[in-house]
């Protein structure tokens, strides 16, 4: 048997042999895509090499690639707990050729591998092919020798689409598939692929080869693709059960470890109890989203990780668990996963603290929400469905995601009413849906090319024109006024990348002047968008490229800050600090960062002296290029949610700072200036920002807080540093007066009180006052009808106001009389004619209005009702 570790290195180590590259994991969170919500197949880091926008040194790959399908198109949430085969986080072994070997190596790689390598016999392995790809067919049956009646063609499905052809779009890269199958036996229910029995036990995929091999046209057509590649994905998880002779994933060696872990921590007693694959699958995704910078949070990525940590809680809860335990957990994941992937080994003290909060946070309001639910579910006859109120509820006031309430329904025999929960969310609903913020992006030029980037040494060269765009079509020249996409062969400016912005300037040809309003990058690409100032733009032309040099200054002195910053934060706060995300303009810095709780403000002066300590020191900020595993070796740091190549650059900053970045930067600290912490505030769970400004931006914020505090000490009619204590003395001066015009209110309101008294009416026995206290704010009228209330005994008061046009609503009723009537439905009466609506508790309510003319019908209305409820 071999377990999941030896089947990991075993992959990786065959391929290897065969000259292919190892490539480490990339990031669930996908670099510079914003097409996907997650890492979902092993394809997702090569995207750009397979699409022909980057250029790799080596044409072989192989990688072990974690993986995420819990949001947006590709989503398993829903199956796991439930099925054998299905998961929120898996590992994808791939073996990928970039127009190096295609169909016949490929496939005889996979026969190799699983039947020389593996041992697997070759009498229970069949594959599919694509019904048309006569080519693998033959591969197949007189190169590997499989006979025929184990090979069967798929073709596509009468709805649309098909099991054996790929394709990364509706337009471009695609092609046939190869899968291998294995076959359990007969004993087993099932029939083979494409069969009517298909979806049984009996034969498992356990290996997909595609073959992208044409280009697809926006009316269908096919081109075949100059340099055909092979991009090859296969489960973990399922080759595992395969060799260690079980049919469910979770019978492997690795989910044993994770389901015994998830029994002690919670104490179930039943090892087969579904809640316990659960919450062994959910710290494998969560464990890795937060290793990879994803926190619990209300939108987005960070509403997934917050779903399918709840997810984990609920089951826990419903195994009898009510404290927290899932963070307890990670010490197993670790011992088992840790030596595959060291980052999870140095993130297991963070990883375990926001699991730890997230489910405290959680727990506070799981009890409560389960009591509403069980009490919506009395009142529905078996088989019922919860209406969306109840769903949207549960998801607003008590934290519980729409599937989390799906999936206690279905247990339960019942179902959800998801148009009525749709309806009832509306603004929100596209919080609830992530995958809907991750559109496609927005430039895109076809052919561009490869750019070489100059602006490192240069903020001007001379290039020429490989291709422009224009309304989202390339296009062979602009005309003046024309807004398009200009590509150059080489460029000094900056695409943005890695939080700093794009550069913006001119490019002159001889025949017009192009300004750029931004860069972006596609792959290799540099895309330089704006619009023809003047005369004509043509590809082929020769053109000079120049960077607004003064403003790529300010954003490389905030870039080198930046780093200076992060080194700061983890100097004072702790190493748990890494970077989160950040933006670099010429106007100003930010930078998010994990940390636990907000960053106190004698913390703030210190990363602020520090990092102004750093400038001082003026050290040379000095860039090179290094392998990337020599570069982490020596401890330089990688930014959240860049993609690095195999090359990297290294930015130092004496012995303070060590970062791999592609951005540019000042030549040395002291060039910097100044820096000056605007703001700091929390953006996600765990997660701060810090805003900061630096160079002139800093200084003029300094000569304006110089300025503003001159004229503070002008309004105080002394110097400026004088200006706190005469600030402070104002203050007791106000409080003193605040306190005695409360003083004032309080007798008046005394006095008057014994005047209204005088004005009651009394039906059935019960004392009623509806009044207006011209003037009086909510503290005076709450305070009068206290003061009424204890005078008259058993009585219904309701008092009001107006002021700066808004009308406020008090209503009291004495405890002896909310039987008979309710002080939120007596509020109600009047709000209602003077455009408001309140609440409160049945012996005190209040309400506000925004029609104060209606106020004499509101009181009458009221009136009128006291009497009536009182005389029935």
């Not at 509403?303 to 809680?313: K, P, W």
């Not at 890494?578 to 403000?601: C, I, N, Y």
Request: hydrophobic content about 40%; glycine content about 10%.
């Amino acid at each position: 048997m071999k377990t999941t570790a030896e089947l990991r290195r075993a992959f990786l180590d065959f391929f290897h042999q065969h000259g292919h590259e190892i490539v480490p994991s990339a990031s669930l969170i996908p670099g510079n895509d914003p097409t996907l919500l997650f890492t979902n197949a092993g394809m997702v880091q090569f995207k750009e090499a397979f699409l022909g926008l980057e250029k790799r040194q080596k044409p072989r790959a192989v990688s072990c690639q974690r993986c995420v399908r819990a949001g947006g198109k590709h989503n398993d949430l829903e199956n796991v707990g439930y099925t054998a085969r299905h998961h929120t986080f898996f590992e994808m072994l791939g073996n990928f050729s970039f127009g190096d070997y295609f169909k016949s190596e490929a496939i005889r790689f996979g026969w190799d591998f699983l039947t020389k390598t593996l041992g697997l016999p070759p009498e229970r392995l069949m594959v599919t092919v694509y019904a048309t790809d006569d080519e693998a067919y033959d591969i197949w049956h007189k190169e590997i020798g499989l006979p025929l009646d184990k090979i069967r063609r798929i073709g596509d499905k009468p709805n649309g689409g098909s099991d054996n052809f790929w394709q990364m779009g509706d337009t471009g890269p695609c092609g046939p598939c190869t899968e291998i199958f294995y076959d359990h036996g007969a004993h087993i229910p099932g029939g083979p692929p494409g069969s009517p029995e298909e979806d049984g036990d009996r034969f498992i995929e356990i290996w997909n080869i595609v073959f992208m091999q044409f280009d697809r046209a926006e009316d269908g057509h096919l081109s075949p693709l100059p340099k055909p590649s092979v991009d090859t994905g296969m489960g973990i998880e399922r080759l595992a059960a395969v060799l260690q002779c079980v049919h469910s994933n979770y019978e492997i060696d690795l989910f044993r470890h994770l389901l015994a872990a998830a029994q002690a921590v919670t104490g179930a007693k039943d090892a087969q109890d579904s809640s316990l694959k659960v919450i062994a699958d959910h710290i494998r995704s969560c464990a890795f989203l937060i290793v990879d910078g994803v926190r619990p949070g209300n939108e987005g990525r960070d509403y997934v990780l917050r779903r399918i940590i709840r997810r984990a809680a609920r089951h826990g809860h419903k195994l009898g668990v009510d404290t927290p335990f899932f963070h307890r957990l990670v010490a197993p994941l670790v011992a088992v996963m840790g030596e595959a992937y060291p980052e999870l080994t140095a993130a297991q003290t963070e990883v375990e603290r926001v699991l730890l909060q997230e489910e405290e946070r959680f727990l506070q309001t799981l009890a409560a929400g389960m009591h509403e639910l069980d009490a919506a579910l009395a009142h529905l006859p078996a088989g019922g469905t919860i209406p969306g109120e109840v769903v949207f509820k549960l998801y607003d006031t008590h934290g519980f995601p729409i599937d989390l309430t799906a999936d206690i329904a279905r247990e339960r025999g019942f179902s959800l009413d998801h148009d009525g929960f749709e309806q009832a969310m509306a603004a929100r609903r596209a919080q609830s849906r992530a995958a809907s913020q991750f559109a496609q992006q927005k430039h895109t030029v076809e052919g561009a090319g490869v750019t070489v980037f100059q602006g490192y040494t240069h903020e001007h060269a001379q290039a020429h024109i490989v291709a422009l765009a224009h309304d989202d079509r390339n296009v062979t020249a602009l005309e003046t006024g024309q807004a398009g996409i200009l590509v150059l062969d080489q460029t000094p400016f900056y695409a943005e990348s890695g939080g700093q912005v794009g550069d913006t300037g001119l490019i002159t040809t001889p025949n017009g002047r192009f300004v750029v309003t931004d860069t972006q990058k596609q792959g290799s690409s540099f895309l330089h968008i704006g619009q023809v100032l003047e005369g004509r733009i043509v590809v082929g032309d020769s053109a000079e490229a120049q960077i607004d040099a003064d403003r790529r200054a300010a954003i490389r002195l905030n870039h080198s800050a930046t780093h200076l910053l992060h080194a700061a934060l983890r100097h004072v706060l702790g190493s748990h600090v890494h970077q989160r995300g950040s933006r670099v303009s010429d106007e100003s810095l930010r930078f998010d960062f994990s940390h636990p709780e907000p960053v106190t403000a004698e913390q703030l002066r210190q990363i602020e002296a520090l990092v102004n300590a750093q400038i001082r020191e003026n050290h040379a900020v000095d860039t090179r290029e290094m392998a990337i595993d020599e570069a982490k070796a020596a401890g330089a740091m990688a930014l959240f949610g860049e993609k690095y190549g195999d090359v990297v650059r290294v930015v130092t900053m004496g012995p303070f700072s060590m970062e791999l970045c592609g951005g540019t930067h000042a030549r040395r600290g002291g060039d910097i200036g100044l820096i000056k912490i605007v703001s700091e505030g929390g953006v996600a769970s765990g997660v701060r920002r810090i805003e900061a400004v630096t160079g002139a931006s800093a200084l003029a914020l300094a000569f304006e807080t110089e300025d503003q505090l001159d004229q503070i000490a002008g309004l105080l009619r002394g110097q400026k540093q004088d200006a706190l204590n005469r600030v402070q003395q104002l203050i007791e001066r106000n409080k003193a007066l605040e306190k005695e015009l409360t003083e004032l209110k309080a007798a008046r309101a005394a006095q008057a009180s014994g005047d209204l008294a005088s004005q009651a009416v009394t039906w059935g026995g019960i004392s009623t006052l509806v009044a207006e206290l011209p003037g009086a704010d909510s503290n005076t009228l709450r305070d009068m009808v206290d003061q009424l209330k204890h005078k008259l005994g058993t009585a219904a008061v309701l008092l009001a106001s107006v002021e700066d046009g808004k009308v406020r609503l008090i209503a009291g009723v004495s405890k002896d009389a909310t039987a008979r009537l309710k002080a939120g439905d007596l509020v109600n009466i009047a709000a209602a004619q003077v455009g408001g609506k309140g609440g409160g508790r049945p012996d005190m309510a209040q309400a506000g209005g925004t029609i104060p003319e209606a106020l004499p019908q509101a009181l009458e209305a009221a009136r009128t009702w006291l009497q009536q409820q009182l005389n029935d």
